[in-house]
């Protein structure tokens, strides 16, 4: 099947932010993808650590969601795409959430972010909420999508506990924020967390003058399929189950490993 990532820079002007998702979705889908995944904070972002996001924040079924939901049935394609997602009644503190939905427009899911970005002096969780781990995954094509966001890429368990749970291709939105060798550390863990798991990452990121670009398709072997440097757009590739299937069968790296992640009720909740 063939995938796209769509990558562009989000901005805090939500009508501009869905305009340009929608290129990207028709570009994608123009190309003949089944899947296109575009950046983590689509919906609305606002690199500012002080800015009080809630009033920006949308819910799960609000009107941003629809209009990825309208845009994915017009054009026939699956979207996964990042957005701040209203926090519930008694919470002090939105969601960094990812939805998917079906080239019919209908959910496949919701993650929420695990990881919290506080590093390079960047504090994530002063205005967002970190989740427990619940693996979402979707099933398009024969293949099984497991999702991720952004920091999440920073810990090989994130993606192994997805993997563990059926996924052979992982899906990571993100915005990648700019600095010393930060683009360096991006294409390492995609390839890193593709060759460990023996599995397909289509990771699309917010481009500059924040965040770094560089959306890329990595297969199960590390080899990088497409890459969407710096400047907003898409990159597509074909991914397949059979290829995963051989990598696994030469490498079997995941067959071998003499650990598991596990996470359970008598472990810390985030």
Not at 98 to 122: E, Q, S, T
Not at 169 to 195: Q, S
Not at 207 to 219: E, F, M, N, R
Request: hydrophobic fraction near 45%; glycine fraction near 8%.
């Amino acid at each position: 099947m063939l995938t796209t990532v769509g990558q562009f820079g989000a901005t805090t002007d939500k009508a501009a932010n869905l305009e340009a998702a929608a290129a990207l979705i028709g570009q994608a889908a123009a190309r003949g993808s089944q899947l296109v995944v575009l950046p983590e904070n689509a919906m609305y972002s606002n690199p500012d650590p002080e800015a009080d996001i809630t009033p920006h924040t949308e819910h799960i079924d609000g009107p941003f969601a629809t209009a990825i939901s309208t845009l994915a049935s017009q054009h026939g394609i699956a979207v996964v795409a990042g957005m701040t997602e209203t926090p519930p009644t008694g919470a002090d503190r939105p969601s960094n959430a990812v939805l998917a939905v079906d080239r019919k427009g209908d959910p496949l899911g919701v993650y929420r972010k695990v990881h919290l970005y506080d590093a390079f002096g960047y504090r994530e969780s002063d205005r967002v909420q970190a989740h427990a781990p619940s693996p979402l995954l979707f099933d398009l094509e024969g293949v099984t999508f497991g999702v991720m966001t952004c920091y999440d890429l920073r810990f090989p368990e994130m993606a192994r506990f997805l993997v563990d749970a059926g996924a052979t291709a992982l899906v990571v939105p993100a915005a990648w924020v700019v600095g010393p060798a930060k683009e360096d550390h991006w294409t390492t863990l995609v390839r890193a967390r593709a060759i460990e798991n023996t599995a397909y990452v289509l990771a699309c990121g917010q481009t500059g003058p924040v965040c770094t670009g560089q959306s890329l398709i990595v297969d199960p072997m590390g080899h990088v399929a497409a890459s969407g440097g710096e400047a907003p757009g898409v990159a597509s590739a074909d991914i397949d189950q059979a290829r995963v299937a051989a990598v696994r069968a030469r490498n079997p790296s995941l067959a071998n490993r003499r650990f598991r992640v596990v996470f359970g009720p008598e472990q810390p909740v985030l």
